[in-house]
């Protein structure tokens, strides 16, 4: 499976906006505290040796830690921090030791001061992360195990309702992509002392960390997951934050430099040929009306929410192509006009955040979005590392869908996977990227997924 071959790119990144900041200071000022992993691991909750449960799996806290796959990743995240490679950062950094360090266990770790007594900071990112906090006055805990308790019930008690694409986006995206809270932010300083490049994408994502079974019980409590909808909510619920902190004064910028973190790596980072017949080795990308030689603002989530776009909200597609073109062209104007064109793409993104969280996403809209991003409207935008990234990402999200909702057969995708993974090879190694081989190995896949519809 492709997702496997992802996995390995995506193994490193895992280490969680603005309404989650505010969820969380309310459940901290009502008086509810993080009681920890081994507060939901009784055998007669979350913690038994085999799924055999007759509502949930009940073995949720042993693939949370699974030491062999993605599964387990949050699990680690804490014990990265005495690695090698994240005590170097530290010492680059000048923090000392990263497993106390602010910066870094905003996201390596449940980093909280409503701590209950069996909490634990070495746990990494517990249950407790992305679920919420759950004891205390009014906390969901109590009622999560009554009898003929609902999920609703739990929600209105302060469980986070990660079976909303937006609710789920938005915790995701506080690690995954940043935060304005203490240690959520990964700025250029960070990653040019080793940090490894911050890339999400909310479906794949969520596939990798899968702990429950999603059967005729699952789908009676919260819904089935479509996840086509999960895809485009989350890239647009990331182009949002992206905006979102850009916009920030205290993050946007960094001394006298624009946060080189909110820009495309590979727009600067590429060999430098000094001599009379260099060619300049980037390559022209039609819809950053940007001047050479400027850094370009990473716009992989804008691409897709564009391919998107075409596809379910075409009476806004237009608009939102406008300002991302605008916005682009602002960069070379100053920081005050980036900041309001920010403010007028971010409206566009949340627009369409609102149209796909309530869309159907039918079986022809699905082959259709795979159709656009890999279109010669969309395509030509595949001049960067970052974007081709999320392209071959979503295709293979896209195909994986259509096979978990019966559209598409598990062995006409396999016939389709060669193509995909050679995809995957063209972006695998950052500083060997090869534009044309990407597009050409895209343009195939997206040709042989149009002849199964």
């Not at 960070?190 to 994408?201: D, L, N, Q, S």
Request: one cysteine or more; charged letters at 20%.
């Amino acid at each position: 499976m492709a997702l496997a071959a992802l996995a390995a790119l995506a193994g490193i990144l895992f280490g969680i906006g603005e309404t989650n900041n505010a969820t969380a200071a309310a459940a901290q000022s009502s008086g509810r505290t993080h009681v920890g992993v081994a507060s939901c691991g009784g055998t007669t909750c979350h913690g038994r040796q085999e799924a055999d449960g007759e509502i949930v799996r009940q073995d949720e806290i042993l693939q949370w830690q699974e030491p062999s796959t993605a599964a387990g990743s949050h699990s680690r995240a804490y014990a990265v921090l005495t690695s090698a490679r994240s005590q170097n950062i530290a010492r680059e950094l000048g923090i000392g030791d990263a497993s106390s360090a602010e910066m870094c266990l905003g996201c390596h770790a449940t980093y909280t001061s409503a701590r209950g007594p069996r909490f634990q900071l070495t746990d990494g990112v517990g249950c407790e992360s992305c679920h919420g906090p759950a004891g205390g006055v009014g906390g969901w805990l109590a009622s999560q195990y009554a009898v003929g308790n609902r999920h609703a019930a739990n929600v209105s008690r302060g469980l986070t309702p990660l079976d909303n694409p937006r609710a789920r986006a938005s915790v995701c995206l506080d690690c995954h992509f940043g935060s304005t809270d203490a240690g959520q932010f990964v700025n250029h300083r960070i990653m040019a002392a080793g940090h490894p490049r911050i890339v999400f994408e909310l479906d794949l994502f969520s596939t990798l960390q899968q702990h429950w079974d999603e059967d005729d019980d699952y789908r009676q409590r919260k819904g089935a997951t479509n996840h086509v909808q999960l895809w485009a909510v989350g890239q647009a619920t990331a182009l949002e934050r992206s905006l979102t902190l850009f916009a920030s004064p205290r993050l946007g910028v960094e001394g006298m430099f624009p946060e080189f973190y909110f820009f495309d790596c590979h727009t600067c980072h590429r060999r430098i040929y000094d001599d009379p017949n260099a060619r300049p080795t980037g390559t022209a990308n039609p819809s950053r009306p940007i001047p050479n030689g400027y850094p370009s603002y990473q716009d992989e989530n804008m691409i897709m929410l564009s391919a998107a776009a075409r596809v379910l909200a075409p009476g806004a597609a237009g608009e939102f192509d406008r300002n991302s073109r605008a916005f682009h062209s602002a960069m070379a104007q100053g920081r005050s006009a980036s900041v309001q064109a920010a403010g007028r793409l971010r409206q566009s993104a949340a627009n369409l955040a609102s149209v796909f969280a309530n869309a159907a996403f039918t079986r022809e809209q699905t082959f259709a979005i795979v159709d656009t991003i890999a279109s010669e409207a969309i395509r030509s935008r595949f001049t960067d590392y970052e974007g081709s990234v999320q392209a071959v990402m979503a295709t293979d999200t896209l195909l994986n869908a259509m096979v978990s909702q019966g559209t598409v057969s598990e062995g006409a995708a396999e016939a389709i996977r060669t193509d995909i993974n050679a995809a995957y090879a063209a972006v695998r190694e950052p500083n060997a990227y090869r534009p044309a081989e990407f597009r050409a190995a895209l343009g195939r896949a997206a040709s042989a997924i149009r002849r199964l519809r």
